[in-house]
């Protein structure tokens, strides 16, 4: 089991979402974070005054998916999250030693 974090641009979660859901994967969790990668943000302009933006505003989604998915699921988050431009983001895969459905005490791939 692995646990697939992906970090995206916001308007595409909507894409990925419906991508991983068509693959089989539906349980997921998002979060709005703030980061910066290479670009380390861009300069604006407001009422005359330039400014940096450091932090650009993203959406962490993480799913734990069973091992003979997780090629599929990157592949899938690639595809759909993908714009060609810079900050479409970065997924990230966390082994996973197991996993407890709470509700019902399942562990490993039943709880997932």
């Known amino acids: 089991m692995k646990l ?3 970090i995206i641009k916001p308007f ?3 894409e990925v979402k419906d991508a991983l859901a068509e ?3 539906e349980g997921m969790t998002v979060t709005e974070v703030k980061g ?3 670009q380390k943000g861009h300069t604006e302009i407001y009422r005359g005054s ?4 450091d932090f650009l505003p993203k959406v962490k989604i993480e799913a734990a998916v ?3 998915q997780v ?11 993908h714009t060609g431009k810079i900050g479409d983001g970065k997924i990230f895969v966390i082994g996973l ?3 407890v459905r709470i509700r019902t005490g399942e562990r490993g791939s039943a709880a997932i």
């Open 23 to 25: 693959i089989g994967i």
């Open 66 to 68: 069973a091992d003979e």
């Open 50 to 53: 330039e400014y940096t933006v």
């Open 97 to 99: 030693s197991d996993v």
């Open 4 to 6: 697939v974090v992906a």
């Open 36 to 38: 910066f990668g290479r």
């Open 12 to 14: 595409k979660l909507e």
């Open 71 to 81: 090629d599929k699921a990157i592949a899938t988050i690639s595809k759909a999250a």
